[in-house]
């Protein structure tokens, strides 16, 4: 077992600057900027969206494959990329856009991410789903935060070579946060990371607050924390419980964690939080 003295004694503001200064951020892509951009216009045109993607011939294929999946179960199947964007909508196909650029632009050497990147897209998926059959947030925000709460995650792998070590200790940690074992060994953690690659890639600021915040429960009784970065928080976290145990992993400390205070903020009754798992088991079964 690698010694946690072997992380970084940090202790000043200053020396954790300059630490984070040390992990590789990704600049945000052009190709994601000009998306977002015409995302944000006062008229947002279909055909300008499909010019953008349509000049990038892997993008153009990841999109219509993504499109073409049986998450969406499109009635016609699209083919071509102004197709699918007039079948899936500017929005949603400005989602898959991101999450796609996101996908190509974070690679760990002698790493794979292909286990991260499959449960992050589960993520998102069910947290779509259940923003729709709750409407506690807007689904293309939830979409969003699915696929980057975690983004932190690769960056300390790849900065840190005991940090696959810490995630197995913070993952089987019952009473101390996530993030303590995180700062406790390397003086940040994947959310604070996570929080500054998506305002430096222009995600929304809800989006970036709950990546922030998304391991610190006791943010959902927090009157001054606004509803859509808690809604975010504790969908995320009723998703990724419904993911491990359609995996067949019926305990999770995160749940024990923050599992009471995010079924109290939505609502929902213990018998209503195995309806929403059993909905997430079918939409797994018919997307996999």
């Known amino acids: ?10 202790t000043t503001e200053q020396s ?15 190709l994601l900027a000009d998306v977002q951009a015409e995302l944000a216009a006062n008229d947002p045109d279909p055909r300008r969206l499909t ?6 011939v892997a993008m153009s294929a990841s999109l219509l494959k993504l499109a073409n999946s ?33 996908r190509q632009s974070i690679q760990v050497e002698k790493i794979s991410l292909v286990k991260f990147w499959d449960f992050s897209t589960k993520r998102a ?17 939830a979409h969003t935060f699915g696929l980057f709460c975690d983004i932190g995650i690769p960056l300390l792998l790849e900065r840190f070579p005991d940090y696959a070590e810490t995630l197995e200790l913070a993952n089987q940690e019952a009473q101390d946060t996530f993030t303590t074992v ?27 607050l709950a990546i922030l915040l998304h391991h610190d429960y006791s943010v959902l009784n927090d009157p001054n924390t606004e509803d859509s970065v808690k809604s975010l928080i504790a969908l995320a976290l009723l998703a990724e419980y419904g993911i491990q145990k359609y995996h067949g992993q019926e305990s999770s400390c995160e749940w024990e964690k923050g599992g009471d205070a995010a079924c109290e903020f939505l609502g929902l009754s213990a018998d209503e939080v ?3 798992f059993e909905e997430l ?6 997307v996999n």
């Open 182 to 208: 995180e700062d406790g060994r390397h003086a940040t953690s994947h959310t604070a990371i996570g929080s500054l690659m998506a305002r430096t890639w222009g995600l929304p600021e809800s989006v970036s």
């Open 125 to 141: 998926q069910a947290m779509t789903q259940l923003a729709r059959r709750m409407r506690v947030c807007a689904p293309d925000q």
């Open 16 to 30: 954790v600057d300059a630490l984070i200064k040390t992990i590789r951020i990704p600049p945000r892509p052009s």
């Open 274 to 276: 195995e309806d929403r």
């Open 70 to 102: 049986s998450f969406f179960g499109l009635r016609l199947k699209a083919k071509s990329v102004e197709h699918a964007v007039n079948l899936l909508g500017i929005t949603q196909c400005g989602n898959l856009m991101t999450g796609i650029i996101a």
């Open 51 to 56: 010019n953008i993607i349509a000049n990038d």
């Open 281 to 286: 088991h079918e939409l797994f079964n018919h």
């Open 1 to 10: 077992m690698t010694s946690s003295a072997a992380a970084p004694k940090l």
